[in-house]
């Protein structure tokens, strides 16, 4: 992918255009036709060098009725992603919009089948699967990419500028996570709520979002330890839930956290504090803060988190060395014409046809996911565990 400068004015980042090579028409394939799929066909509809080819999803019908709404009668339907696979040879990439308990086994699948893979996040449930993921990667020479589309959001980047550019020092504490008042999301059934397709709740759907905007932004150290605790009290609690809900249905169902916390060695002498809440009685869990030893940053939480930040920024430093109540608002900077989702696709597409690397790598979210884990297995012992990843 090129980006062409469009008009005179090359300062603002709205003023460039993505010119893609359309001499090489990608097939790709949809797994699991539910709510997000719906995000990655509208702008893989964008794409001039990709075909969508097929689509799979378990629930019998569901498949064809998404393609037809989206204009692609003619593409081939399924009823599992193995299924799809076995019977689509020329495929060049799927996206994985399947629940969390089944990013592992589709992903695996598909890299099985020498097919390039964008994985929603959270990227599994457990760290041995994401292991399993890896290896499979590995083994294929395939591109593995994560879905985390805040990455490519202009604040996000400006966070890991302002890390990268010395102006904190050296960091020493972050505080991030986030929270909803009320909110555990079931707009479509129980899918990210039963322990058999969710696997893990609130962490996984938002608390995956506020590890990587703070790891990516000081380079993903590696997590030595974890202390963490996890809690269900909203979701298993009839009256959380309202008539439309079914509350005895759906609070028997709910078989994840909706509130997490954990206590976070990184390596680098790094302590991160993190908290996560589907529910909760507060308004907010608290903004993200990144502590160092020159100045500190923080990043203003949102009522509704979900990856997104909460407005201007402000960075707390000295004057001279001197402390004289000084601190520097950094402004929101606008979104790219084409958003931060396009790009998350785009860039897939581009380390598919280029052989380059994965814009989200599994290198990087393997961290992320070792620290969800880390939070599940301390809260099931109520010890700190030791964070142990094998090299793949
Ligand atoms: N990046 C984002 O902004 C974002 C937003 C929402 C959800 N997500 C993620 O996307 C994933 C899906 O979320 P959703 O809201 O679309 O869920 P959903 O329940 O609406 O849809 C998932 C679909 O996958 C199908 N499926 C499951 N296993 C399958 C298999 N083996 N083969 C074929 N189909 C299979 C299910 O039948 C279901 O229709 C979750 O992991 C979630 O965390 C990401």
Not at 159 to 171: D, F, Q, R, T, Y
Request: negative net charge; hydrophobic residues 40%.
């Amino acid at each position: 992918m090129a980006k062409k400068v469009t008009s005179l004015d090359a300062f603002k980042e709205d003023q460039t255009e993505v010119v893609v090579d359309t001499s090489k028409k990608l097939k790709v394939a949809i797994i699991g036709t539910g709510w997000i799929a719906g995000a990655h066909m509208q702008e893989y509809k964008k794409m001039a060098d990709v075909e969508i080819v097929a689509a799979a999803d378990l629930i019998p019908g569901k498949a064809s009725d998404f393609m037809n709404a989206w204009g692609y009668p003619e593409a081939r339907c399924y009823l599992s992603c193995h299924e799809l696979l076995e019977n689509e040879p020329e495929l060049d990439a799927v996206s994985v919009c399947t629940y969390n308990t089944q990013h592992a086994p589709c992903a695996i699948d598909a890299l099985e089948h020498g097919v390039n893979v964008l994985l929603e996040k959270p990227f599994t449930v457990t760290l041995d699967e994401a292991l399993d993921v890896m290896r499979a990667e590995k083994k294929s020479g395939k591109v593995l990419s994560i879905g985390f589309q805040p990455r490519f959001n202009p604040n996000m980047q400006m966070i890991k500028k302002i890390v990268e550019s010395g102006e904190l020092g050296k960091i020493y504490y972050i505080q991030t996570g986030g929270g909803r008042r009320r909110g555990i999301p079931t707009p479509f059934g129980t899918s990210f709520i039963s322990a058999k397709t969710g696997g893990i709740g609130a962490m996984g759907d938002i608390g995956c979002y506020s590890l990587d905007m703070v790891l990516n932004a000081i380079g993903y150290p590696k997590p030595l330890t974890v202390t963490g605790y996890t809690s269900d009290f909203f979701g298993k609690s009839k009256e959380y839930w309202r008539a439309e809900h079914k509350p005895e249905e759906y609070s028997e169902e709910f078989g994840v956290d909706d509130f997490a916390a954990g206590l976070v060695r990184l390596e680098g002498g790094i302590i991160l504090d993190f908290r996560i809440a589907w529910a909760m009685n507060l308004d907010t869990s608290g903004d993200t803060i990144i502590m160092g030893t020159k100045a500190s940053l923080r990043i203003p939480s949102t009522e509704c988190w979900n990856g997104s930040i909460g407005g201007p920024m402000t960075i707390y430093h000295d004057v001279a060395g001197t402390d004289v109540g000084v601190s520097t608002t950094v402004p929101m900077l606008s979104n790219t014409k084409e958003g931060e989702f396009y790009h998350k696709i785009r860039s897939f597409l581009d380390a598919v046809k280029t052989g380059g690397k994965a814009p989200v790598p599994s290198s990087q979210i393997v961290y992320n996911q070792a620290i969800i884990d880390g939070i599940v297995r301390s809260g099931k012992t109520g010890h700190e565990v030791v964070i142990d990843i094998p090299e793949i």
